[in-house]
């Protein structure tokens, strides 16, 4: 009756087959495959960073010099997004409405039920009068972010400026995403780690239309923002601003070291900028026009601009001849004036003459003998000049000094083997390269390394690494003292003595005393003109005071000042005196006034 | 009273137990689907787990009803409750309202009733009923003709209500004649018709024809074993190819190849028509017609899906097959739907816990999609739980129906365990991407009175005629 009745077998084994078929797949999907897990985590999570204020900076003096203000990042999610009044919208914002339309086109590419910024740093006006509106606005929102701002407008260069982080910097650090700020130059950039704090993470979970369901574990994953730390620096805001506006309309450098810490007081490289420009919106086009400004104000001659040292060289010849003993207190050599050959001298005094004179002096025939005598101390040339150069290694010359500014350059002071190379071994001496003996040739130092050498002549012998920053704070955490690496030179400190008598003597005996001597301080200086092939010479200066327990120490480069006492040694008597007085002398307001007046930038004049 | 008690005892009540657990577990898993902390309560009737809890009390109410009703009744009235059913699709036509593209609700009151969804049992019933006629043959032309109006009515009358899903589960009554002595050639044709229609999506109708024409090269030689005339056809069928295509781009005629090969196939197939007419070789002649028909067929279907399909449905179908991806387009509900239940595990993530269903990310997920919140909470374990129960319902309800004294019984009880079958294959298949998303919900599980009622109402009928397998039904 029934002949099929066998076909069951096969129809149960088609339903045990797809069963089959399905605990197969549901084994792979389920338990195999651990991709899944992530998705439903991707979909469910929301990461919600709040970002911590960047920490402040001040001055030594507790002056702040870059505090934080509120910018506010216009954000949309474009699934939110219904019809809305786009005239008055562009109208709060002072937008085009192509613009608005370009940015809402790029959110709804990026994701349409993820936040992306539309408009960057609100002005506060726009800010006020949309928050009052932005009901009738839905799917837009404001995120507070904070911008940089610095009430004294000063030390661009040592500040620097924080901007948004760059791909590869999000590739190499995985702490930064998309839109992240970080230090790019300067301070900002050296201290990144400690001004930026830490992130926290809030994990929510949000629904398919990105609304928020609570949170996540209950909050246990999340982290809370730590603020960023506050940085005290070495600085002097005043005499930081002081030292701005006596170098105004000039090109050149100050910086002024506290030589027994190697705190670095004033650090200027004129023209300079205000930092302010680099800050925000603004950025990009502010950027723009200082890069192509033809006076470089971005360009940080402090540390980045090696000059031969001209004549303030000699008093380091004059200490390595005195360690190598290869001259004495006592020692004279002769001078011929004008007539002196190989070198020339420019000034006029007395012959022979001693070392504390010829500093005095800046007698050239004096320093070729005495540098001519350390090299010709030893067998062979190159070996005394190995020698010498070894003693400027260890006063931190051709070599970064290692602040925290990370563009320092090294300066040179060549090798023997460039000699070797140059002339021929062997077919040299020192008279060959007497230009080393006043501070000419192929000698680089920058005015940063100048400074940090008055510092070391300051204190006889040894310096400590110039540095920007004292010490690191919050509210959280006791302000950490930094500490920084004592170099002693390879001179003995009695040799300094006669060396600095001569630095007084330049001061109290020389020209430069009409514009550059204190009434109640002593100081020591050595100035130096630097040949410039391409138009007036520079004017260099670098002293300390007072002589006794020195306070402070700087270097002046003051471009085509022609002379050292012309420029660069009255700006630095006047900045001493300002740190040291707090005021200026009724007697030298007038020089004040010169120096502040003084427009040299056109004396450029391009052969 | 004696009779009633009878009729008790004789219940099969393994198969009421498993259709309670699945009712059970899938009321559950609505509320996990659905849940929300201001309406915690599993009995808070505003939200869709109350109202499933009100459809489960009247699908028991109308399972009780129908267990204590005579089973001569069934029988007797198969033929008028299919022509119900039938006048009931058309006047959803008419008077229904469109839901999501499809006309197939009427709104009576605040519920909302699916005629489609009760075609089911009464095919089944009417089929039954047809199958067990006296002196029924199924090889005959009047048979296949009966069935065929029987079956292609409610298919056609429900694709007009643009609700491909449930037409396509009609389909499935195929195993069901199958079981009744359709011939396995038929199956066999219809599984070389599918693979034809799925070849001619995923590869390209010129690629379909040439694999055909091999295939028909290969069964020649078979047939004939002798080699140099299937040299022969296939020398005249490519030298005519080749000479048409040519031809065909030397003059610029603009005809696309396929469309030159198409016209190469019919004329040598004519050739070897005239050749095998003559050598009275009529085996080869029905080969011949196959293959010719298999060739418009591919033809048709690539018509068919470019001109006739609507572009929704032509991306589902791309999207099945892997010809299309794009996970945020039309992939978008089986990849959700593959992260959820893929994101459980093998234990699941915990009652209530599951993210994927919970915050919409699982479109459906009370209906359509609901496998997705078993496989997130509940796991591997729960999944494989689920599957195992249907599986175990199925086979019972093959042993009933073989158990069956009466063909009536027997056939229908096939219909309800096919019906069932093609549901879960489809439902659970599409949720973890291995079939067509076609919304057809998961018997017993998914939200909705008149999915419940009817799959009740499917199963009940049977478990009646069952209890009284020893009397005799009919003729």
């Known amino acids: ?555 002046v480069y003051v471009e085509n000042g022609v002379w050292g006492a012309r420029y660069a040694a009255p700006i630095a008597s006047l900045i001493i005196e300002k740190y040291l007085n707090d005021s200026i002398a009724p007697r030298r307001i007038s020089i004040e006034t010169r120096m502040h007046e003084a427009n040299l930038l056109n004396s450029f004049q391009p052969k | 009273m004696a009779r009633r008690n009878n009729i008790w005892a004789s219940l099969d009540w393994m198969t009421i137990g498993i259709y309670l657990i699945l009712v059970l577990l899938g009321w559950i898993s609505i509320y996990a689907a659905v849940y929300n902390d201001e309406h915690s309560s599993i009995l808070d009737m505003s939200q869709r787990y109350g109202k499933q809890l009100i459809w489960i009390t009247a699908a028991l109410v109308i399972g009780f009803t129908l267990i204590i009703i005579d089973s001569k009744f069934y029988v007797f009235f198969a033929y008028a409750f299919y022509g119900i059913t039938i006048l009931l699709l058309i006047a959803v036509l008419i008077f229904g309202t469109k839901v999501k593209g499809a006309t197939s609700w009427f709104q009576l009151g605040g519920v909302a009733i699916q005629p489609a969804e009760f075609v089911k049992f009464t095919t089944a019933l009417a089929l039954a009923k047809y199958l067990s006629t006296y002196n029924f043959k199924m090889h005959k032309l009047k048979s296949y003709l009966t069935i065929g109006l029987i079956l292609l009515m409610p298919v056609v009358l429900i694709f007009l209500q643009n609700d491909t899903g449930s037409a396509l589960v009609i389909s499935v009554f195929l195993l069901v004649l199958f079981r009744e002595g359709l011939s396995g050639s038929i199956l066999f044709i219809g599984l070389v018709i599918a693979l034809v229609f799925i070849f001619t999506l995923v590869l390209s109708p010129l690629h379909t024809i040439i694999i055909l024409s091999i295939a028909a090269l290969f069964l020649h030689y078979f047939m004939r074993q002798k080699p140099i005339e299937t040299l022969k056809v296939a020398g005249i069928f490519s030298s005519l190819a080749a000479a048409f295509i040519f031809g065909g781009s030397l003059f610029k005629t603009g005809i696309p190849s396929v469309q030159w090969l198409l016209y190469a196939t019919i004329i040598s197939s004519l050739i070897f028509a005239v050749f095998a007419f003559r050598q009275h070789l009529y085996n080869l002649l029905l080969v011949l017609s196959i293959y010719i028909g298999l060739t418009f067929f591919t033809f048709s279907v690539d018509y068919v899906f470019n001109n006739i399909l609507e572009p929704h449905q032509q991306s589902r179908i791309n999207e099945l097959f892997g010809i299309e991806s794009d996970p945020l387009g039309v992939g978008y509900n089986v990849n959700q739907s593959k992260i959820a239940i893929g994101s459980g595990g093998l234990t699941g993530k915990g009652f209530l816990n599951g993210t994927q269903t919970k915050f919409d990310f699982v479109p459906e997920q009370s209906t359509d999609f609901i496998f997705c919140t078993v496989g997130e909470e509940w796991g591997f374990i729960g999944t494989t739980l689920v599957v195992a129960l249907f599986l175990l319902l199925l086979l019972r309800l093959i042993y009933l129906a073989e158990r069956q004294r009466s063909t009536f019984s027997r056939v229908y009880g096939y219909g309800v365990a096919c019906i069932i079958f093609f549901h879960l294959a489809i439902n659970v298949g599409m949720t973890i991407g291995l079939a067509p998303v076609i919304g057809i919900p998961l018997p017993f599980f998914s939200y909705g009175g008149s999915s419940l009622w009817s799959f009740t109402i499917l199963l009940f009928i049977f478990l009646r005629l069952d209890a009284s397998r020893a009397e005799k039904l009919s003729h």
């Not at chain 1, 792979?28 to 929301?46: E, G, H, I």
């Not at chain 1, 474009?78 to 002072?94: G, K």
Request: charged fraction near 20%.
């Open chain 1, 1 to 555: 009756m029934d002949n099929y009745s066998k076909r069951k077998y096969l129809i149960g084994a088609i339903f045990i087959l797809v069963a089959l078929v399905f605990f197969v797949r549901l084994f792979r999907l389920q338990v195999v495959n651990n991709d899944y897990k992530q998705y439903a985590t991707r979909n469910v999570l929301r990461r919600v960073v709040t970002y911590p204020a960047r920490g402040l900076i001040y001055d030594r003096n507790g002056d702040l010099l870059v505090y934080n203000k509120a910018s506010y990042d216009l954000l949309v999610t474009p699934r939110e997004v219904s019809a809305f009044d786009t005239t008055a919208f562009c109208e709060i914002l002072e937008i085009q409405k192509e613009e608005l339309i370009a940015g809402l086109d790029k959110a709804k590419n990026y994701s349409r039920y993820k936040p992306s910024v539309i408009i960057k740093q609100l002005s506060p006006e726009s800010y006020a009068v949309l928050q009052e509106k932005l009901f009738r606005f839905p799917g837009f929102f404001v995120q507070t972010r904070t911008l940089r701002e610095y009430p004294e407008k000063t030390a661009g260069h040592v500040l620097g400026y924080v901007g948004e982080v760059n791909r590869s910097k999000i590739q190499e650090d995985p702490y930064y995403t998309q839109g992240d700020y970080i230090g790019i130059t300067g301070l900002e950039k050296a201290y990144e780690e400690e001004l930026r704090g830490q992130k926290g993470v809030n994990f929510q979970l949000v629904d398919v239309h990105n609304r928020p369901k609570g949170n996540y574990r209950d909050g246990k994953s999340d982290t809370l923002a730590v603020l960023g730390k506050n940085l005290v620096t070495t600085l002097d805001a005043d005499l930081q601003a002081y030292a701005e506006y006596l170098m105004d309309n000039k090109k050149g450098s100050v910086v002024a070291i506290e030589p027994a810490t190697g705190e670095v007081l004033a650090f200027l490289s004129a023209p300079t900028y205000d930092p302010s420009l680099l800050v925000g919106r603004a950025r990009g086009t502010n950027y723009q026009k200082l890069a192509q400004d033809t006076l470089k104000p971005i360009f940080n001659r402090a540390i980045r601009a090696a000059y031969p040292p001209g004549s303030t060289f000699k008093l380091f010849n004059a200490l390595i001849a005195l360690q190598e003993n290869t001259i004495n207190l006592q020692t004279q050599f002769s001078c011929n004036g004008p007539l002196s050959r190989p070198i020339r001298c420019t000034h006029n005094h007395i012959s022979p003459i001693s070392v504390r004179n010829a500093i005095r002096e800046s007698c050239n025939p004096f320093f070729w003998n005495t540098f001519n005598s350390i090299v010709r101390k030893y067998p062979r040339a190159d070996e005394g000049y190995k020698v010498w150069r070894e003693h400027l290694i260890s006063c931190g010359l051709s070599q970064r000094l290692g602040t925290e500014l990370s563009n320092e350059l090294p300066g040179n002071i060549p090798e023997v083997g460039y000699y070797n190379h140059y002339y021929g071994e062997g077919h040299w001496n020192g008279l060959t390269i007497r230009s080393m003996a006043i501070g000419q040739g192929e000698l680089l130092i920058t005015p940063f390394q100048l400074a940090n050498m008055a510092a070391t002549i300051a204190n006889r012998g040894y310096y400590i690494t110039p540095h920007f920053v004292k010490s690191v704070w919050s509210i959280e955490n006791e302000p950490k003292e930094l500490n920084f690496e004592r170099h002693v030179t390879t001179i003995d400190p009695e040799h300094f003595e006669v060396v600095i008598e001569g630095m007084q003597a330049v001061i109290e005996e020389s020209n430069t005393r009409y514009y550059s001597k204190l009434d109640s301080i002593i100081i020591c200086g050595k100035t130096g003109t630097v040949q410039n092939p391409h138009g007036s010479d520079h004017s260099v200066f670098i002293a300390f005071a007072p002589k006794e327990n020195p306070q402070i120490a700087i270097s």
